[in-house]
Each structure stands twice: as C-alpha cells, then as structure tokens.
C-alpha cells in the first residue's frame, strides 16, 4: 500500500463551482500534514498546512480526519487559477507525497 | 530572496553515460532533500540530508545514485551509468530549522537519457 493516496482525478469543474477531494494515508502515527500545489511543469508549492481542528486560507479550506486517515482540501468559488494538481503530503521526517489530484477550471 | 536554484535546467545525455546535477539550497536552510518525478507521478524521494548528520539514503533507487552535500551548503546529485527509466524531473527542496515542516523547491532538472 502507498504512503499517500489520491483520487487522481481529474476534476473539472466551471468557474464559481466548489470541488473537493481526499487523500488518504498509511502511517497512523504520522503528525503533520500538507497540501502543496504543482502548476504544469514547475517545482511543487506549498499551498496550506492541515491542522487537525481544520483551517481555512481564504476559499481553501482543508480538514483533517485521523481515525479514518484522511485529509481533505475544498476549494470555494473556483478560479481559472486554481487550475493546478493538488498533492497531498505527510510528513514523518520526510516529506511523502501522493501522486497528485488534478483540478480544471474552465471558464 | 533567492531561492533554491538547480542546474542545469535540461539535461539530455546517453544512456550508459553518468550525470551530476546541482542544488544550491536556500542560505541559512540546514536541510536538503532530492526527489524524483517521472511524468504524470507523484514525487518519489531520494535522499535527505540536514546539518552535519549522516544522510538519510533509504530513498536512492540503486547504487548508481549517489548525493553529497559539500559544506553544509551545495549538494550534488550523481547519477552513474544512466538508463532510459532515470529519465525524470529531479527537484530539490531545502527548510530552515524553525520551519523544518515547510520545504522550498527548485525549478527541477529535466533529465532525458536517450
């Protein structure tokens, strides 16, 4: 089994739509969580931390659920610039990454 | 500020031949890491360094890949023999000590073995 799993996707949804997405993880003991963001070929970005009361970062808001191990991201009114994959990251010591969710929002 | 850079951006070589790939990491950021991403993966990683302690290599494919890490500072990735599948994006990524959960990534080099 992977570390970090994701729904590949892709999600393609119009302008204003909320998407949301999961990604599950294997390590029960793991502490700290992450979602970056990768536009087509650039380097990977940090978009937010998840903390496990969950938090929002203006229309993104991630949420934390460890007794079934998963972290979600939902993105609120969606923009042609949220257009990216979205990977989900964990952290126990180093950074394990799940393959990716794509996100496409067309106009 | 700067960033992390890498170099070079492209590498084309043949297969058989070794490559070096470089990470200058963000200044005062103690910890170092490589990965890999093949096309349409996520990203695998490959080593970790942080401070003077010894790497953490468990993420190396094979024997052909080797890291070091001169100075607490610039890293080089070397890849021997190369084959057609270490064809991939390698990124390297650095965090500071107060912010050891948020790594910094670099543009990546794009390495195609023919």
């Known amino acids: 089994r992977k570390e970090v799993e994701q729904d590949p996707g892709p999600f393609n949804v119009p302008e204003g739509a909320t998407v949301a997405f999961n990604c599950t993880y294997s390590n029960s003991a793991s502490q700290s969580f992450f979602w970056y963001r990768q536009d087509c070929r650039k380097e990977p970005k940090l978009l937010m931390s998840v903390y496990s009361s969950g938090n929002e970062d203006g229309r993104f808001t991630a949420q934390l659920n460890r007794a079934s191990q998963y972290i979600s991201l939902l993105i609120r009114d969606s923009k042609l610039s949220d257009s990216a994959t979205y990977l989900c990251v964990v952290n126990d010591y180093k950074l394990s990454f799940g393959a990716g969710t794509t996100v496409t929002v067309r106009a | ?114």
């Not at chain 2, 490589?34 to 302690?53: A, D, K, M, P, V």
């Open chain 2, 1 to 114: 500020g700067a960033g992390v850079s890498q170099s070079p951006s492209n590498k084309v070589t043949e297969k058989g031949k070794d490559v070096e790939l470089r990470c200058d990491p963000i200044s005062g950021h103690t910890a170092l890491y490589w990965y890999r991403q093949s096309l349409g993966q996520g990203l695998e990683f490959l080593i970790y360094f942080q401070g003077n302690s010894a790497p953490d290599k468990s993420g190396l494919p094979s024997d052909r890949f080797s890291a070091e890490r001169t100075g607490g500072s610039v890293s080089t990735l070397t890849i021997q023999r190369t084959q057609q599948e270490d064809s991939a994006v390698y990124l390297c990524a650095s965090s500071s000590p107060r912010l050891a959960d948020t790594q910094y990534f670099g543009p990546g080099t794009r390495l195609t073995v023919l």
